[in-house]
């Protein structure tokens, strides 16, 4: 491959993780496009046209810690290298709180904290170990790392431990010269944003419907953060719409 920087992007086959594996290959990135549905990877690389050919396709399961092994290996035997992690995978189940099933939460949990944590693992591994040594992994935390909403008790608790799995990151990386930062984004116009457009449940108790913004936005903080020298590093960073609900009282 021609490009020299190379990146991993976990979730790379809807929604955010797509978008900012288009931007990254759009701006001279070889990216290992992952998740479990290998037809959406297809789609995302048919959708990255002259650049499709800077595409690794390699569907894992991120909760299944033999996948995540299997998929930093075949990364680094293909790209013999890595530069940028970005943690992205996740999912969502809403409901009472009292109602929602042990392996309602346990799904959640191992897909958004424990996948992001094994997928880290690894690339520590490949990264303190590459000339010249060091990278950068960026999580996406989103808003509910700050707050929560009504009804998302297994979402909000898993991205407030986010928030403390960049902090140790960062920390524990310093010695490999491995950057992590976090990129908390809020109202994204995605298919797990469409709720909002319609009106989703406020913390009163009303039905209101919420403003979204472009995905664009969102990749450019990406790509910004990912274009940083090793010994520079944005380590929280929010993007949402401006008249969201989240500053002072809603």
């Keep these: 491959m021609i490009n020299k920087k190379f990146a991993i992007v976990t979730g790379a086959g809807t929604g955010i993780g797509r978008a ?8 001279g990135w070889n990216v290992a496009l ?7 990877l297809e789609e995302t690389a048919k959708m990255a046209g002259e650049f499709q050919a800077n595409c ?8 299944d810690p033999n996948s995540v092994i299997n998929l ?16 992205n995978a996740g999912t969502n189940i809403k409901g009472l709180l009292e109602d929602i099933s042990f392996e309602e939460w346990r799904k959640v949990l191992d ?31 989103s808003i ?20 403390g799995l960049t902090k140790s990151t960062s920390l524990d990386g310093r010695k490999y010269n491995i950057a992590c930062g976090q990129i908390d984004i809020g109202n994204a116009d995605t298919e797990m944003a ?24 969102i990749v450019e903080a990406v790509l910004y953060m990912s274009g940083l020298p090793i ?20």
Excluded: W
């Design 20 to 27: 900012v594996s288009l931007g990254l290959l759009h701006n």
């Design 34 to 40: 992952t998740g479990r549905n290998q037809s959406n």
């Design 56 to 63: 690794l396709l390699i569907p894992s399961d991120i909760c």
């Design 72 to 87: 930093f290996k075949v990364v680094k035997e293909t790209f013999g290298k890595l530069d940028l992690l970005f943690n």
């Design 111 to 141: 897909t958004n904290l424990t996948g992001a944590f094994l997928c880290t693992q690894q690339a520590f591994k490949i990264m303190k170990s590459q000339n010249p040594m060091g990278g950068r992994i960026i999580n996406n935390g």
């Design 144 to 163: 509910s790392a700050t707050a929560p909403r009504p009804n998302s008790a297994p979402y909000t608790s898993t991205k407030h431990a986010i928030t």
């Design 194 to 217: 469409s709720a909002m457009k319609a009106g989703i449940i406020q913390a009163d108790g009303s039905t209101k419907i919420e403003p979204v913004i472009d995905l664009k936005h």
């Design 231 to 250: 010994e520079a590093n944005v380590q929280f960073i929010t993007v949402m719409a401006t008249k969201m609900p989240l500053v002072g009282r809603g």
